[in-house]
């Protein structure tokens, strides 16, 4: 079972960390992912990492402002979110699964998903 924390209301520019718990079984050959649904969107791919071997991947829109990592020893995945804008502020959801890499960015290739933790990004 997924879990994600730490949204919060932040200001333009600031900062947030996103986390991802795995309670129940370790994440090993799984890729985990994050996505977002912003107000009257569609969910939508933000970034992904798998747990074995490291493979990161980024939506273009968040490319050099979020980082994606893994922490072995708390069996999380974080999501470090820099420079955040107004458009950031959406429903974030974890989610894992198998997906090979050209799926990577899809809804579909992931079968697991916690609940989403909302950021609004406001001054």
């Known amino acids: 079972q997924l879990q994600a924390s730490g949204g919060g209301l932040v200001q333009p520019g600031g900062s947030l960390r996103l986390s991802c718990a795995n309670s129940?079984?370790?994440?090993?050959?799984?890729?985990v992912a994050w996505f977002r649904e912003r107000p009257g969107k569609d969910r939508e791919f933000v970034a992904a990492i798998r747990w074995s071997g490291g493979t990161i991947v980024y939506a273009d829109s968040v490319k050099g402002r979020f980082t994606i990592s893994r922490d072995y020893a708390k069996n999380t995945v974080n999501l470090q979110m820099n420079s955040l804008q107004r458009e950031d502020t959406a429903n974030y959801y974890c989610a894992a699964g198998r997906p090979i890499l050209s799926e990577i960015r899809r809804l579909r290739a992931y079968g697991y998903w916690g609940q989403g933790t909302q950021v609004t990004v406001s001054s």
């Open positions: 129940g079984r370790t994440f090993s050959d799984y890729a």
